[in-house]
């Protein structure tokens, strides 16, 4: 498929001659159309040297790497969450060109003025400071020219190479298409910023109000919606440090003071895990840089183009997972991961419950504050690699976003402590879960649904009482896994039918042959009927060889 790979187009050349110069031999190989083999990677500064090398597209895919330890092991993971491309601004005359093609009016007349040094530069986009006509302060973030295509390109690419990979036994284990596709698809969600602004809106919305901190105390960028399309999004400029660079010294940043170090960190907390456990969709990019520190003492959340999503059912699963994990309960872990799982080999339940009793014994003599949570999360989806259970891709960002989170807030407070702080939370989940946010209109509905059982039940009894004395009661009773077994009794049958056929010619054959001195008619038909024997037999004992099973 891919034999002249380095002849159709100079970006193929490239990848090629970048994977040649670092020493890839398992990729070298199948670039140049050999047979693809079990796939190896390359030490992990290796492969983060090819993909930034690569360019933007490739970095992007590193770091959606990053967020599945149930892939790759530790030290791939830790080598590709610090993967950033290099990537210079582009020139203010191409950025330029692309918001005039994006607005609907002079450029003049919607922007007072814009800076043309931008405040950062991605592999997707790049942000400039401006201020509108009416003096309002705005970040306009601008997609680099021409990176649609770039992306389109690499991402056909991915899928042959993909493709290949699928033929090994790894590659149809972790369903390579399918992560590619995963890729394509989370990429394409950057390239569309109208999807980014929806998302800010929608979060903003969800953190406006809360049972576990002040709302007041959380601040995300308003969007311009009549400024904001595909290519260019335009929101409030806030005017803040990223949150670890804080002067905390400084008057303009607060006070040096524990405390209010100690009240952002258990801020933070509990803004995500209110997304995680009750309104199920997340900011998926809680680095030092995505968080800002303002001059009132406020939190603002920034860049939202990587989201996570967790349905009900996994919100429950997650919720009593960390409680296990709190109470170093291995059996429960080793139950609640294959609840999670999507889809699984056989499984030996003793040895998983055995891998997770011994990690969680390294915590048995510790003090609750010694525990890394998010390290311990990382190690078990570790453990259901190990086992082939095949967890959902947003476990992955799920434990990265955690991983962030308490990075951040043990740079603020090295004597923080995530599980000390997320048990009363888990206690109010699970108190709302039971009684809910409104326990009067539950009960309500609740005795509703009773009363409408209680007035179904007679007639709905009566009806069956009604088909059991009538001898109309049917039973519909599906067995999984007989469809194989039939197809193999279905085949044994027509070979079984066909010998029998062929026995019964043979034997017709014969007689007719015996007749054949009173008629010589009688010669032919007997030699054309041995023919047809021999025939049905050849082709009976063909099918028998060719399908393994002769013995």
Known sequence: MLSSLAQTSSRQRKIVN???????GYMRGLLLGGKPEEPSLPPPLVLCNILVELGPVYVKLGQLLSTRPDLLPPSYIEALTSLQAEVPPVAWEAVETVIRKQLNQPLEQIFATIHHQPVAAGSIAQTHRATL??????????????IDRIVEQDIRLLRGLARLVNRTQMGRYYNLVSIVEEFATALRAELNFTQEASYTDLLRRNLSKSYWFDPQQLVLPEIHWDLTSE????????????????????ATYGGNTKAERQAIANLLVRAYFQQFYIDGIFHADPHPGNLFYLPDGRIALIDFGLMGRLDPRTQQILIELILAIANL????????????????????LALLQNDFDRLLRRYYNLNIAEINFSQLTYQMLQIA???????????????KTLANLEGVTRQLDP????????????ADLFRQR?????????????????????????????MLLDRVTSETLQWNVAVRGLEPFRRTIDGVGNRLTFG??????????AMIFSQAPSNPIFYWVSGILFVLASLIGLWLMISMIRSGRVK
């Not at 970048?18 to 890839?24: D, F, I, K, M, T």
């Not at 309960?329 to 030996?348: F, H, I, M, W, Y």
């Not at 029998?500 to 054959?509: F, M, R, S, W």
């Open 18 to 24: 970048v994977v040649l110069r670092h020493g890839w």
């Open 385 to 399: 690699h190990k086992h082939e259970i095949r967890l959902p891709s947003n476990m992955g960002l799920y434990a």
């Open 434 to 462: 039971l009684i809910g946010h409104a326990p009067l209109q539950d009960l309500l509905r609740a005795a509703l649904d009773i009363k409408t059982l209680s007035l179904d039940a007679p007639r709905q009894l009566e």
């Open 329 to 348: 309960d291995g059996k429960r872990c080793s139950q609640l991961t294959l609840d999670l799982a999507e889809s699984t080999t056989p499984v030996n």
């Open 415 to 426: 004597d923080f402590n995530l599980i000390e702080q997320i048990k009363p939370l888990m």
């Open 231 to 250: 290519k260019l999004l335009v929101m409030e400029w806030l005017n803040g440090v990223p949150l670890l660079l804080a002067d905390w010294k400084g």
């Open 133 to 146: 006509v009416d003096q309002r302060e705005v970040a306009v973030k601008i997609q680099r020219p021409g």
């Open 500 to 509: 029998i056929v062929t026995a019964a010619i043979l034997i017709g054959a």
